[in-house]
């Protein structure tokens, strides 16, 4: 009798466990990372945001999940809150020219022109040939006319024309005159109007 309880008992318990799943695994940090950056390249920047919050939330020492928030305040105009989570990366390990890049554009937009060369000359140290690897075309040619119009704005003309030559080696202008200024403006804006193009809006 105590055999037959015992195998009665015995089968209770393993089909109890065989009736029910596993739990499923959690998401490990760079799988949300590469996840982010499947919806970000989507458009989805509210969503991504989120998955990038995911991972930053399990790792805070690394850089890459709070350039993803960056990129996604970034692309969806939250200029504060990018530049939030552009300081948190810059304070963190792997630290990429994507970070201080993006981190360049958003001090732009927010007219902090000294500060968005400071983080534009970071990313172009990182990486003299940086391209944006998530569908955007954003490049480092980006980057050079954000430094001119950085430049142009802090009155810094025979910078801006330097950055611009970068751009179009065969564009000059006396900065010095009024006029070489006014052509040299012209030239940014035909520079930022055709580099705006390309970027998917």
């Not at 799988?31 to 458009?43: D, K, R």
């Not at 001119?148 to 802090?154: D, I, P």
């Not at 025979?158 to 005159?177: H, K, M, P, R, Y």
Request: hydrophobic share 45%; proline share 2%; net charge negative.
């Amino acid at each position: 009798m105590k055999i037959k309880n015992y195998v009665l008992m015995f089968f209770a318990i393993t089909g109890m466990s065989c009736g029910e799943d596993p739990p499923a695994d959690e998401p490990t940090y760079d799988e949300l990372i590469a996840q982010g950056w499947i919806v970000f390249v989507q458009a989805d920047y509210d969503s991504a945001f989120q998955i990038f919050d995911q991972a930053s939330a399990l790792d805070a020492s690394l850089a890459e999940a709070y350039t993803g928030k960056g990129w996604c305040g970034l692309r969806t105009d939250q200029l504060s809150s990018a530049a939030s989570d552009f300081s948190s990366a810059a304070g963190k390990n792997d630290r990429s020219a994507t970070l201080f890049a993006g981190w360049a554009f958003v001090l732009n937009a927010q007219k902090s022109y000294a500060a968005s060369n400071t983080q534009a000359d970071s990313a172009l140290a990182r990486d003299p040939d940086w391209e944006f690897e998530h569908s955007l075309p954003y490049d480092a040619e980006y980057v050079h006319l954000v430094k001119a119009q950085n430049y142009f704005a802090l009155s810094n003309y025979t910078a801006s024309l330097a950055e611009v030559q970068i751009l179009n080696g065969s564009f000059s202008a006396d900065v010095a005159t009024a006029d070489g200024r006014a052509a040299l403006s012209t030239e940014i804006e035909r520079l930022r109007t055709t580099l705006a193009k390309q970027v998917i809006r």
